[in-house]
């Protein structure tokens, strides 16, 4: 005991240096890991505060999960999030790569900085403008699709209660905001690639397409493999801003819409239901530490300077 | 020699051609991603009587400045969510920057015996949370910050990942043997600190300043959750509650000179738009050095120790 008290005096100047952190992440990240208590109770919110709240709400065991699991809302969140982030990912990755390839190879370096420059922009703009954006092309009876059918003489589309169309706008919105950003990832590893290779595949008589099949995505396929790795870890945590603010919370879209982090909220805010949103809280968490540690586990096995930890 | 030369740099290039086509399908994607933002201010300066007419328009029938002249007279509103939003902005990255830096350094240096156990406390974070409703629980009624200021402010001010870009910044660009002659000449690990390791690591700091300083102009979603109060909205989130109806600016105006027939005649769809491009100017003016340091900060969190 004297000793632990020696080393924490040894140590102080360390140690006052993590508190700031160390009490931000235990209220903010551990004392919430608490909270998820809530979800195997009967929620009854209290006047008398956060724990009393919690101490004083009926403990009902698995009720809450069963009855989530009982209704549709469960596969559908489930379904929405799972393929939405796998589109994402995918069409995502062979496009911001076909992006950084093309610009790697562009003659003419400075158009190649305005058109990266272009390209990066969505990513810095909130989803409550890129909201917008997309209501200024969406609207009913103002927007540009519908006048552009117009001119087609065909019928004006009611963009927001049609739920058929908007896996393909949010899929197209997310692929306009990510694409800039991940195709500079992929372009700074492009340029790190040693110049000698391809003067050897000239020399060779190697053509341009088959330079980049045979050097430029080879060596390009770790970081490719971890960045995707590290993405379906992330697999099951759905970007609330696209699926909130895009659709303008539009009830009749919910069934396309619908994610696990938007029902979450809708439980919290709208409907009440605060021990089954909890409930659908702590699946997202658990199966997303799941998929999280076997993704990094494999990021690990390939490159283990690549992995989180 | 010229001749050859401008031959052998040909060679290494794709042909002609090719070129052509590689500058027209990035040059579309480029004009696609900027294309809405100038729709909108197209959009913004358009007369609100022609909207209603033609729709959103490439070239209006009519231009106006009625949008802005509403805007800056009746906004208030808009005023304060500026002001709400630099001053969390401000205050926020200043917080998180002290927090993370510090944080980092004492988890990077080996001297520092809980170190592993910092690391783990951190990293932890990354892998598993309680979600969205206990942290609200927490925050709203354990710590009371509903409508607070610091519920904009405090959610977002750590995150394990920055920590772990900036400690892999530290330990790649600050020689270990600096450090090492600091303390033999009797510096102290604070005195280190300071005037040694952040000064070498100021493009670290300036990347999760930046990463920061974005975050807070740019988010909606903890006033979503937590703040009620209009003096408290900021910029992003009063632009969602406008979405539905002008009327909030109406009901938050000082401006009684605004009579009924005013209020009707007020230019609904413009002046949101010109919202939504006074929102986004001040990410145009930072842009250069947001992309500067962005790329810089990926190269870096590509590194790991």
Same mark, same amino acid.
């Given at each position: 005991?004297?000793?632990?008290?020696?080393?924490?005096?040894?140590?102080?100047?360390?140690?006052?240096?993590?508190?700031?952190?160390?009490?931000?992440?235990?209220?903010?990240?551990?004392?919430?890991?608490?909270?998820?208590?809530?979800?195997?109770?009967?929620?009854?919110?209290?006047?008398?505060?956060?724990?009393?709240?919690?101490?004083?709400?009926?403990?009902?065991?698995?009720?809450?999960?069963?009855?989530?699991?009982?209704?549709?809302?469960?596969?559908?969140?489930?379904?929405?999030?799972?393929?939405?982030?796998?589109?994402?990912?995918?069409?995502?990755?062979?496009?911001?790569?076909?992006?950084?390839?093309?610009?790697?190879?562009?003659?003419?370096?400075?158009?190649?900085?305005?058109?990266?420059?272009?390209?990066?922009?969505?990513?810095?703009?909130?989803?409550?403008?890129?909201?917008?954006?997309?209501?200024?092309?969406?609207?009913?009876?103002?927007?540009?699709?519908?006048?552009?059918?117009?001119?087609?003489?065909?019928?004006?589309?009611?963009?927001?209660?049609?739920?058929?169309?908007?896996?393909?706008?949010?899929?197209?919105?997310?692929?306009?905001?990510?694409?800039?950003?991940?195709?500079?990832?992929?372009?700074?590893?492009?340029?790190?690639?040693?110049?000698?290779?391809?003067?050897?595949?000239?020399?060779?008589?190697?053509?341009?397409?088959?330079?980049?099949?045979?050097?430029?995505?080879?060596?390009?396929?770790?970081?490719?493999?971890?960045?995707?790795?590290?993405?379906?870890?992330?697999?099951?945590?759905?970007?609330?801003?696209?699926?909130?603010?895009?659709?303008?919370?539009?009830?009749?879209?919910?069934?396309?819409?619908?994610?696990?982090?938007?029902?979450?909220?809708?439980?919290?805010?709208?409907?009440?239901?605060?021990?089954?949103?909890?409930?659908?809280?702590?699946?997202?968490?658990?199966?997303?530490?799941?998929?999280?540690?076997?993704?990094?586990?494999?990021?690990?096995?390939?490159?283990?300077?690549?992995?989180?930890? | 020699?010229?001749?050859?030369?401008?031959?052998?740099?040909?060679?290494?290039?794709?042909?002609?051609?090719?070129?052509?086509?590689?500058?027209?399908?990035?040059?579309?994607?480029?004009?696609?991603?900027?294309?809405?933002?100038?729709?909108?201010?197209?959009?913004?300066?358009?007369?609100?009587?022609?909207?209603?007419?033609?729709?959103?328009?490439?070239?209006?029938?009519?231009?106006?400045?009625?949008?802005?002249?509403?805007?800056?007279?009746?906004?208030?509103?808009?005023?304060?969510?500026?002001?709400?939003?630099?001053?969390?902005? %401000? !205050?926020?990255?200043?917080?998180? @920057?002290?927090? /993370?830096?510090?944080?980092?350094?004492? =988890?990077?240096?080996? *001297?520092?015996?809980?170190?592993?156990?910092?690391?783990?406390?951190?990293?932890?974070?990354?892998?598993?949370?309680?979600?969205?409703?206990?942290?609200?629980?927490?925050?709203?009624?354990?710590?009371?910050?509903?409508?607070?200021?610091?519920?904009?402010?405090?959610?977002?001010?750590?995150?394990?990942?920055?920590?772990?870009?900036?400690?892999?910044?530290?330990?790649?660009?600050?020689?270990?043997?600096?450090?090492?002659?600091?303390?033999?000449?009797?510096?102290?690990?604070?005195?280190?600190?300071?005037?040694?390791?952040?000064?070498?690591?100021?493009?670290?700091?300036?990347?999760?300043?930046?990463?920061?300083?974005?975050?807070?102009?740019?988010?909606?979603?903890?006033?979503?959750?937590?703040?009620?109060?209009?003096? %408290? !909205?900021?910029?992003?989130?009063? @632009?969602?509650? /406008?979405?539905?109806?002008?009327?909030? =600016?109406?009901?938050? *105006?000082?401006?009684?000179?605004?009579?009924?027939?005013?209020?009707?005649?007020?230019?609904?769809?413009?002046?949101?738009?010109?919202?939504?491009?006074?929102?986004?100017?001040?990410?145009?003016?930072?842009?250069?050095?947001?992309?500067?340091?962005?790329?810089?900060?990926?190269?870096?969190?590509?590194?790991?120790?």
């Amino acid at each position: 005991m004297a000793a632990f008290f020696k080393n924490l005096v040894k140590n102080k100047v360390m140690l006052f240096m993590v508190l700031p952190g160390a009490v931000w992440f235990f209220f903010f990240s551990y004392l919430p890991l608490v909270g998820t208590i809530t979800a195997f109770k009967q929620y009854r919110f209290s006047r008398d505060g956060f724990w009393a709240s919690i101490v004083r709400s009926e403990w009902v065991g698995w009720d809450n999960f069963k009855f989530l699991f009982s209704t549709n809302d469960a596969f559908t969140i489930t379904r929405n999030t799972l393929f939405y982030n796998l589109a994402f990912i995918f069409i995502g990755l062979v496009l911001s790569v076909a992006m950084a390839i093309l610009l790697s190879e562009l003659v003419g370096k400075t158009m190649a900085k305005v058109y990266q420059t272009g390209m990066f922009l969505p990513y810095f703009l909130s989803w409550v403008i890129v909201g917008y954006f997309a209501f200024s092309f969406l609207s009913m009876d103002r927007g540009m699709i519908n006048q552009i059918l117009g001119w087609f003489g065909m019928e004006r589309i009611n963009w927001y209660s049609e739920p058929k169309y908007w896996p393909y706008i949010l899929v197209f919105v997310n692929l306009w905001k990510s694409i800039g950003y991940n195709s500079v990832v992929y372009l700074a590893s492009i340029m790190g690639i040693d110049k000698s290779l391809y003067e050897a595949a000239m020399i060779d008589g190697a053509t341009k397409w088959q330079q980049i099949r045979n050097i430029t995505v080879p060596l390009l396929s770790p970081i490719i493999i971890i960045m995707t790795l590290l993405a379906v870890g992330r697999i099951f945590y759905a970007d609330f801003g696209l699926f909130y603010q895009v659709p303008r919370d539009s009830g009749t879209l919910y069934q396309v819409t619908n994610v696990i982090d938007t029902y979450v909220y809708r439980g919290l805010k709208t409907t009440g239901e605060i021990g089954m949103s909890t409930a659908a809280g702590l699946y997202q968490s658990v199966v997303g530490f799941v998929l999280v540690m076997v993704s990094n586990y494999v990021v690990r096995k390939i490159d283990k300077d690549s992995a989180l930890f | 020699m010229a001749e050859l030369a401008r031959k052998s740099k040909d060679f290494h290039n794709v042909s002609r051609g090719w070129n052509a086509v590689l500058h027209l399908i990035a040059g579309i994607f480029s004009f696609l991603c900027v294309f809405p933002f100038i729709f909108v201010v197209i959009i913004s300066f358009t007369d609100e009587k022609t909207l209603a007419t033609d729709g959103y328009r490439l070239i209006p029938a009519k231009w106006s400045l009625e949008a802005y002249r509403f805007v800056f007279e009746s906004g208030d509103s808009l005023l304060r969510s500026y002001g709400v939003t630099i001053l969390i902005t %401000l !205050v926020g990255t200043l917080i998180s @920057l002290v927090m /993370i830096s510090l944080y980092a350094y004492a =988890i990077s240096r080996k *001297s520092f015996r809980y170190r592993r156990f910092f690391s783990v406390f951190a990293i932890v974070t990354m892998l598993f949370n309680g979600g969205m409703i206990p942290t609200y629980m927490v925050v709203s009624q354990l710590m009371g910050l509903k409508d607070t200021l610091w519920a904009l402010i405090l959610p977002l001010a750590m995150n394990a990942f920055y920590i772990m870009i900036l400690r892999t910044f530290y330990s790649t660009s600050v020689p270990e043997a600096i450090i090492e002659s600091a303390r033999i000449d009797g510096a102290g690990d604070f005195y280190i600190f300071l005037r040694i390791v952040l000064p070498l690591s100021l493009p670290g700091l300036a990347t999760i300043g930046l990463f920061s300083t974005l975050g807070y102009w740019n988010d909606w979603f903890n006033a979503l959750l937590y703040i009620d109060n209009p003096d %408290l !909205v900021p910029l992003q989130s009063m @632009l969602m509650r /406008i979405e539905s109806s002008i009327a909030f =600016i109406q009901q938050n *105006s000082q401006n009684s000179s605004l009579s009924l027939t005013a209020l009707q005649s007020i230019p609904q769809d413009t002046s949101r738009m010109a919202m939504v491009v006074l929102a986004t100017l001040p990410i145009i003016f930072a842009y250069p050095f947001f992309q500067r340091y962005f790329v810089q900060g990926l190269t870096v969190g590509a590194v790991k120790e």
